[in-house]
């Protein structure tokens, strides 16, 4: 045991040798002390970690950096396209305005006497009989009760029934206690046209007081006869479907309005024209214009519209 231990603490005492030797041999050639290359041998292995940290704290820096930038670059692409939205919305506000103007030019080329106010509709309140919006001109823009309501291609929308200083109230012609006096185009049969007021038909406009010897047909047009509250000539709508009313002494039509009043968003309020000369072959004439409201008079089950 005793010759055991003098065998390993003689390689120990060799190999410290070697080592100091070589240690020495190190220092000589690069000018550094054994002290200092004890110190950095010992620092090494720290030293690669820590450069190891510094490293990982750069990409951590870099990344977020561009994250930020990303983010920012993200929010911007964001603000232009909603601003490029906002402009392409208003572009085509624009452009159907410009539209609506070119087809009213056209109307008044052919009515050389009719004067409207543009309007924009602001507000709507409809119920079982009442259909009314509210535009944003009236009384100081020349509107007054018994006006007019038009589209640009000169069908009817409604009458002027409330006006204020800066905003007008109209009921349109699908309110059932509206009434116009008016006329099928191709035959000049008159009689009166209210909103429809039948379950699921809401939309269509009905015209009563038609001679029970009428002949209706699909399509046929139908126009205001002329009064001093509407021009002569105005489309109300087209006949969708007829029948006999209850009494069976005269017949109804159905129509489809002219004006999808559901999609309107601008209206021209006819502020003037000058009354035209009546004329056609009118079968009857027709009552007076009313605003009153009436009682609803539901009619037969529709029949096949008469053909000659």
Known sequence: MRHLFSTKLRIILVVA??????????????NQTLPGMIV???LAPFRGAMNG????????????F???????????LKADMAQMEDVARQADAVSRENERLRKMIGLQSTHESYKTVDAYIIGWSSSDFSNTFTINRGTTSGIQTNMVAITETGQV????VEAGPNYAVVKTVLDSTLEISATIASSGYNGMVSGGYINGQETLLQMNYLPSSSIIRNKDQVVTSGSTVYPRGLILGYVVDAGFEETGVAKYALLKAAADISSLEQVFILTDYTTEAEGGSAAETAP??????????????PTTPTTP
């Open 40 to 42: 950095q041998g010992i």
């Open 17 to 30: 040798v070697l080592l100091s030797a070589a240690l020495a041999v190190v220092a000589g050639v690069t």
């Open 53 to 64: 940290l510094t490293n990982l704290a750069e990409q951590y820096y870099s990344y977020m």
């Open 157 to 160: 929308v409604g009458l002027v």
């Open 66 to 76: 561009r994250y930020e930038s990303l983010v920012a670059e993200n929010q911007k």
């Open 288 to 301: 007076t214009e009313t605003t009153t409201p009436t009682t609803p008079t539901t009619p037969t089950t």
